[in-house]
Structures are given as C-alpha cells and as structure tokens.
C-alpha cells in the first residue's frame, strides 16, 4: 500500500486574497519539512507558475494538455528551487474552461489525472492545488479531486460577501462529484492583528459560517511583494520574517490535521 497523500484546494473566487502565495509558501514549508510536495497551477494567469521562478512563456506544455488532452503529467511536472514539484500553467489553460464544457466527466479529470499518477507509483505527501479566482469548471475539478479545501480570506468588511457563494459550491460538489470533500477551514491573510477590525471581521465570518480558523493569521508585510520576482516562496527569500514564520506554523499545523 502507499503511504497517505493529501490532496488541499486552495480556494476562493476573489482575486488578490493570498491563495497563490499560501499555495508556494505553504508548499515550500512541508518540503522543508522534508514532505514531498505537488504544486497544481490551476490558473490561467500563471502566477504560481511564475513565482516558482519558472517563465510560462518558455514552456510548450502545461497542465493545460494533461486536462484536455490526457498528456502524462510526468512529462510536464518540473522541479523547483523551493523544493516542490510543479505542474506548471500558461494562458492557453484560459481555453480549458471552454474545452472541457462540453466534456463529459469534466469535474473528474483532475482527480483522474491524481489517480493515474498514483497508479504509476509516483507519490507525493501533499499536493495543492492553486485554483483561479472564479467557480468555473477548474475550480469545481479542484474541489472534486481534493480531500479539503482552504480558503484564504483578507479580513476586510466585504471580504465574506463570496464566502457563501464558495460553500454553495462545495456543498454541490459534495452532493455530486466528491462526498469525502471536508472544509479544513478559512486561513485569515493580509492580516493587519493591530486593527480590532480584522479581528472581528474574522470572528463574524468564522461564526456566520460555522468555519474553523487555520492559525495563526499570515500578517500583511512588505516582504511579500519581493518574493515573487525572485522566482522563490518567501521561505527562501526571507527566511527570518513573520511571515515565513507564520506560514511555516500554518503548514505544521495542517500535517497536524492530516494526521487526525
Ligand atoms: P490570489 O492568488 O488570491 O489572487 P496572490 O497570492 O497572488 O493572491 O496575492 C495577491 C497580492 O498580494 C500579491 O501581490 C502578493 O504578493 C500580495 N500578498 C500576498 N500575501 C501577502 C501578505 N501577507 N502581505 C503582503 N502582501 C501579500
Ligand atoms: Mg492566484
């Protein structure tokens, strides 16, 4: 039998929120925690791809051909200076939505295209899944091909306003495509701890919804600006700052989770 693997959807249809920087830096803690790490570009814009130091424009082959045309995921998967492997994303992933819309089994083939790379013995302890700012066809397949989900969430007034939205959408797949799916939770960033009013944003959101906390918050700092542009996660490029040291203790704490 094969060791466990856990499969997490980062999600939430609101840009700017901190899913593609949870995604590398939460990545990039487990491998330093000596896990073996799969990170899915599941958007179109390619940021994931591109903070990972790696340049779309210089690939010819993507997640995007493993989703529509069945390419074996081995051939496309490269490995990054953070440590992780990375199935990469460009535009062209932009027509994945269009292309598989009329596809039967289109929610499935993420989960398909996990199975059959387990079945081929290549294993990873984590995988996590980068998903686009919209509840189209990737993120519904996110959804379906993983254990649980986690939604970033900047704690701002109107920041709840998808929240529910989002949970529609799990409850869907739940009912349809994925009964195992659990919500791990919501992880605050951009978090501004000084100001009472993120921290009651948070507690309203996480009671109005009946939603756990992943601790501690990421706090909003400068330091993650820079990280992207040197093609590594802000555990390589600031090693010693709060941030890092936060999302090392997110990571932890969800092999933590993994366990129970
Ligand atoms: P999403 O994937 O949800 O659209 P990103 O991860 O791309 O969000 O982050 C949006 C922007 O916010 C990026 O410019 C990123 O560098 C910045 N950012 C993310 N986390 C933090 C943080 N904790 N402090 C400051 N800036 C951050
Ligand atoms: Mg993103």
């Known amino acids: 039998m094969s060791p ?6 980062i999600a939430n249809q609101k840009g700017g929120v901190a899913k593609t920087t949870s995604v590398a830096s939460i990545g990039a803690a487990l491998a330093e925690l000596g ?3 799969l990170l899915v570009d599941l958007d179109p814009q390619a940021c994931l791809t591109f903070s990972l130091g790696i340049d779309p424009e210089d690939l010819e082959l993507s997640v995007h051909q493993v989703l529509t045309k069945g390419l074996d995921p081995t051939e496309v998967i490269v490995e990054t200076d953070d440590g992780v492997s990375l199935l990469p994303a460009t535009i062209e992933l932009a027509r994945a939505e269009a292309d598989l819309l009329t596809r039967t089994g289109r929610e499935h083939v993420l989960r398909s295209m996990l199975e059959d790379l387990a079945a081929k ?3 990873f302890d984590w995988i996590l ?3 686009p700012p919209s ?3 990737l993120t519904v397949a996110a959804l379906t091909a993983a254990d649980g989900v986690l939604i970033p969430l900047q704690c ?3 920041s709840h306003r998808g929240v529910g939205q989002l949970l529609d959408t799990v409850h869907d797949v739940r009912r349809f495509t994925n009964r195992e799916l659990e919500v791990w939770g919501v992880l605050p960033t951009l978090y501004d701890g000084r100001t009472t009013h993120a921290r009651t944003v948070l507690e309203t959101i ?3 919804y009946d939603l756990e906390v992943v601790e501690p918050p990421i706090p909003k700092t400068i330091k993650f600006a820079e990280a992207p542009a040197a093609g590594r996660s802000i555990l390589s490029t600031s090693r010693s700052s709060k941030g890092a040291a936060a999302y090392r ?3 932890a704490n969800l092999v933590t989770r993994a366990a129970r």
Request: glycine content about 8%; proline content about 4%.
């Open 156 to 158: 701002e007034t109107l």
């Open 249 to 251: 203790q997110v990571a």
């Open 4 to 9: 466990p693997s856990t499969t997490l959807a």
């Open 135 to 137: 509840l189209g066809v």
């Open 129 to 131: 899944l980068d998903c």
């Open 206 to 208: 996480s009671e109005t």
């Open 121 to 123: 013995g290549v294993h």
């Open 35 to 37: 896990h073996a790490v």
